[in-house]
């Protein structure tokens, strides 16, 4: 993988979601300052739900003025809201329902409409907001799946190939279900990109991206060079056991 990409590795889960709030909120401070707002893509997955909670937490309470921030979300599964399964539910119960984020100012996929009526929504949305042909968000969270899969981007589906639309609903094989997910067009474009794992689940996966000569269908985590932004992985100890050039105590 390309030298672009920061590494940060922390001792446990808690440590790293800990330097992950620390993180997104300096991020997030940083486009207010220069700009006036931050748009700010949420990830679904366990290890950003971590991050959520301490972005939630006290420790970051009045260091986000979240009034300045759009809230988006990168990835959604075909569920209604309250589901369980449901990357914008955990999102709010975690994180969105606890600091003073203006409702108009979440923009959340719509889980209980057809993957594709979901993506068609969600580029009107985009276009509304940016009015720009790809947006170019200040922050892009994600986390990354044992299959090396980001956001709702899965090894060698359509997904990874979509260049025209910025938001795709479609049947994901792998899973025997539908997911709509924001493009590689659209990430490429971020100013800032956070990848978040943990975990020895997550060691060989993260070897493989890591070490990846080139952006790979295979690895869809791969492919997720911005063209004009930062690229950072934070992981904890476990997650990076096996990562080259690495040194880990796991
Ligand atoms: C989703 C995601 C997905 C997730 C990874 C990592 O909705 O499934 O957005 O890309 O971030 O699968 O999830 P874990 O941290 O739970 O392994």
Redo the contacts with the bound molecule.
């Keep these: 993988m390309t030298t672009r990409a920061i590494v940060s590795v922390w001792n446990g889960v808690e440590e790293l979601a800990q330097a992950a709030a620390d993180k997104m909120s300096r991020l997030m401070r940083q486009a207010i300052e220069e700009r006036g707002m931050c748009s700010l893509v949420l ?6 739900r971590r991050v959520y909670q301490k972005l939630a937490g006290a420790a970051h309470s009045g260091l986000v003025d979240w009034g300045r921030v759009q809230v988006f979300f ?2 959604e ?1 075909m569920v209604p809201a309250g589901h369980a399964d449901s ?1 914008f539910g955990m999102a709010e119960r975690e994180l969105l329902s606890r600091v003073p984020v203006p409702v108009e100012h979440i923009h959340r996929m719509q889980g209980e409409r057809s993957a594709v009526d979901a993506a068609t929504l969600y580029e009107q949305e985009l276009a509304d907001v940016f009015g720009e042909p790809v947006p170019r968000f200040d922050l892009i969270t ?4 044992e299959d090396g ?4 981007l899965f090894p060698h589906t359509p997904s990874v190939l979509e260049v025209k639309q910025r938001v795709l609903g479609y049947f994901v094989p792998q899973l025997n279900s539908s997911r709509v997910t924001l493009t590689l067009p659209v990430l490429l474009n971020a100013r800032s990109i956070l990848f978040f ?1 943990a975990g020895r689940r997550k060691a060989e996966i993260i070897r493989r991206v890591l070490s990846a000569v080139t952006p790979t269908a295979d690895l869809p985590a791969s492919m997720v060079l911005p063209h004009n932004g930062a690229l950072e992985w934070m992981l904890d100890a476990e997650a990076a056991a096996l990562a080259p050039g690495v040194r880990t105590d796991a």
């Design positions: 990830a679904g997955g366990e290890t950003p990168g990835d599964r990357n994600l986390g990354v799946g899969h980001t956001a709702s794992a």
